[in-house]
């Protein structure tokens, strides 16, 4: 089982910019392809973007396409999103996962991290 735990999230201005980190335990973090999803009051939760576990491929929703960024750093078990050009409609929880790359759903969650963007 893998621990997944987010941070960066924040109160930011429309056009601004952030980076979230999600650090991961346990020493088979490559093996794991990952994603970063959201969820925003009164709406389903949603995959953004997901990286193959080499980093080679990557995945991105088209609501964030040109605008966010996935990383991964597999010698520190870290996955980055940066995210540029927020926009209020970005306002939600952000949660990273270990991801099933055919179905793209989620399987072992952080406990999420709020970002918020203001008009």
């Known amino acids: 089982q893998v621990q997944l735990v987010e941070s960066g999230g924040g109160l930011v201005q429309a056009g601004g910019s952030l980076r979230l980190s999600c650090a991961a335990s346990?020493?088979?973090?490559?093996?794991?392809?990952m994603g970063w999803f959201r969820q925003a009051p009164g709406k389903e939760r949603e995959c953004v973007t997901a990286?193959?576990?080499?980093?080679?491929?990557?995945y991105y929703a088209d609501s964030v396409k040109g605008r966010f960024t996935i990383s991964r750093d597999n010698a520190k078990n870290t996955v980055y999103l940066q995210m540029n050009g927020l926009k209020p409609e970005d306002t939600a929880v952000y949660y990273c996962?270990?991801?099933?790359?055919?179905?793209?759903?989620?399987?072992?969650w952080g406990q999420g991290t709020q970002v918020t963007v203001s008009s």
């Open positions: 990286t193959k576990g080499s980093g080679d491929s990557t």
């Open positions: 346990g020493r088979t973090f490559s093996t794991y392809n």
């Open positions: 996962a270990t991801v099933v790359w055919a179905t793209m759903n989620g399987y072992y």
